[in-house]
């Protein structure tokens, strides 16, 4: 009776596994960076990553394909790659897009020069296993970029609405120190790590960051990594 009430009062979310909970987000999903979090882990990314001129370039779980998109529009020769056909399916079809798991790269070694891959790594419960695998293709010195959320926020649902129901992704977040250790038995040399923040002056500026920092003060969300292939 008593847990019955307090289901009603307080319903648990269910938490789906990501390959299920992207076929669900997809439709609501759009190809470019849709929330406070994404512009501000966007622009760290970007800022972080080699010139991509005329350079063969991996986007590793590209989602609706962002970051796809700004690789391709800064010259990049772009493929992209997501193991959901429903994501992939709203990203640009002009690029070269695939559908595969990031555990099992359909590449082969040495293709790539660069690899980026927003927020998805948390994904994955064998990380080192993915990053081995883009270590794989990654020309030899080739550069990674990649995000994910920060472990301050690791108490924090990744939650999304579908059909009208509140859903969470199931998420593995990590340490830094975990990041670490996987990028160097990979075959990665880590170069930068970055804790990105909502910043003060942001807030002043932008009312969802003041929000954001009335709740939640100085948090990092996202860690932002850079890597190159030893
Ligand atoms: C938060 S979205 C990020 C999408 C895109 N990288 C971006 O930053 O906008 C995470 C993406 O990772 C993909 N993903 C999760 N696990 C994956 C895996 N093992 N292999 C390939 N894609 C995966 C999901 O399908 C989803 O599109």
């Known amino acids: 009776m008593f847990s019955r009430v307090r289901q009603f009062l307080f319903p648990r979310i269910p938490e789906l596994a990501p390959h299920e909970a992207y076929r669900l987000w997809a439709e609501d999903y759009p190809p470019y960076a849709h929330n406070l979090l994404m512009e501000i882990e ?5 800022a972080l990553l080699p010139a991509v001129r005329g350079k063969r370039v991996l986007d590793v779980a590209c989602g609706s394909g962002r970051y796809a998109r700004w690789l391709h529009a800064n010259g990049a020769h772009v493929s992209a790659l997501d193991f959901s056909y429903e ?14 798991d990031m555990n099992a790269l359909p590449l082969e070694s040495g293709a790539v020069q660069v690899i980026v891959c927003g927020l998805a790594v948390g994904h994955v419960a064998d990380m080192e296993r993915a990053l081995r695998e883009m270590a794989r293709v990654l020309t030899p010195h080739g ?19 579908a059909q009208n129901q509140t859903y969470a992704v199931q998420h593995f977040p990590r340490h830094q120190a975990e990041h670490v250790a996987a990028l160097r038995k990979a075959g990665f040399v ?11 002056e942001l807030a002043r500026v932008d ?21 190159q292939k030893s």
Request: glycine residues 2%; hydrophobic residues 45%.
């Open 143 to 161: 550069t990674l970029v990649y995000s994910d959320f920060h472990a301050a926020t690791r108490k924090w649902k990744r939650t999304f609405r």
């Open 42 to 46: 966007e622009r760290a990314m970007t």
């Open 87 to 100: 994501m992939l399916a709203r990203s640009d079809r002009s690029l070269a897009r695939a559908q595969a």
């Open 207 to 227: 009312a969802r960051a003041q929000d954001f920092r009335d709740r939640w003060g100085d948090t990092p969300v996202a860690l932002v990594v850079r890597a």
């Open 190 to 200: 880590p170069e930068t790590f970055q804790a990105v923040h909502v910043s003060a």
